[in-house]
T-cell receptor
Framework: KNEVEQSPQNLTAQEGEFITINCSYS?????LHWLQQHPGGGIVSLFM???GKKKHGRLIATINIQEKHSSLHITASHPRDSAVYIC???????????FGTGTSLTVIP | DGGITQSPKYLFRKEGQNVTLSCEQN?????MYWYRQDPGQGLRLIYY???????QKGDIAEGYSVSREKKESFPLTVTSAQKNPTAFYLC????????????FGPGTRLTVL
């Protein structure tokens, strides 16, 4: 059983489309992270959320603590957004994180 | 520049040999982590350390060993007891406590021939 589930697994979009990636979790958490992994393998943190909504440029992340669900939205998608997006949750019992399997996004020009 | 470095980026070893992966950070972070990434699976925790000279096993520690003699360094040894060592290995660090994000190294891709 996976503590963190992401959907969809793969996503192909045309440049300019609005994109939504979903994350559901089943454990008690203190924070949820959205990460981006580029083809070379390096991972960068996009957002850390414990409630509500955050926006950075064309990226928006929301979380609903009661429903144990988070979404990552990308507005006006661009080919450079092509990457794997990973949802991770930090347990409220300590310093450990659980990771989703990632959503592979390809944006076509 | 502050950050996390891992070396080497690609590593090839013969079956049965131990190999040590390097992870160094100059972010003054107390907590450091080793993860393994396999195709179609989320990152899985191998070991983590919250302070120098102390570390805890993660979900898949069998066949691995670590040390934390310095705050900046958290090397991972993949031993011959690890049944399927070929994978992408990621090191991360974060400040101890608080609501803070993890910072990841560039990763080491280990292939055992």
């Amino acid at each position: 059983k996976n503590e963190v589930e992401q959907s969809p697994q793969n996503l192909t979009a045309q440049e300019g489309e609005f994109i939504t990636i979903n994350c559901s979790y089943s454990v008690g958490i203190s924070a949820l992270h959205w990460l981006q992994q580029h083809p070379g393998g390096g991972i960068v943190s996009l957002f850390m959320l414990s409630s509500g909504k955050k926006k950075h440029g064309r990226l928006i992340a929301t979380i609903n603590i009661q429903e144990k669900h988070s979404s990552l939205h990308i507005t006006a998608s661009h080919p450079r957004d092509s990457a794997v997006y990973i949802c991770a949750v930090r347990l409220n019992t300590g310093n450990q994180f659980y990771f989703g399997t990632g959503t592979s996004l390809t944006v076509i020009p | 520049d502050g950050g996390i470095t891992q070396s080497p980026k690609y590593l090839f070893r013969k079956e049965g040999q131990n190999v040590t992966l390097s992870c160094e950070q100059n972010l003054n972070h107390d907590a450091m982590y080793w993860y393994r990434q396999d195709p179609g699976q989320g990152l899985r925790l191998i070991y983590y350390s919250q302070i120098v000279n102390d570390f805890q096993k993660g979900d898949i520690a069998e066949g691995y060993s670590v040390s934390r003699e310095k705050k900046e360094s958290f090397p991972l040894t993949v031993t011959s007891a690890q049944k399927n060592p070929t994978a992408f290995y990621l090191c991360a660090s974060k400040r101890q406590g608080g609501a803070d994000t993890q910072y990841f190294g560039p990763g080491t891709r280990l292939t055992v021939l």
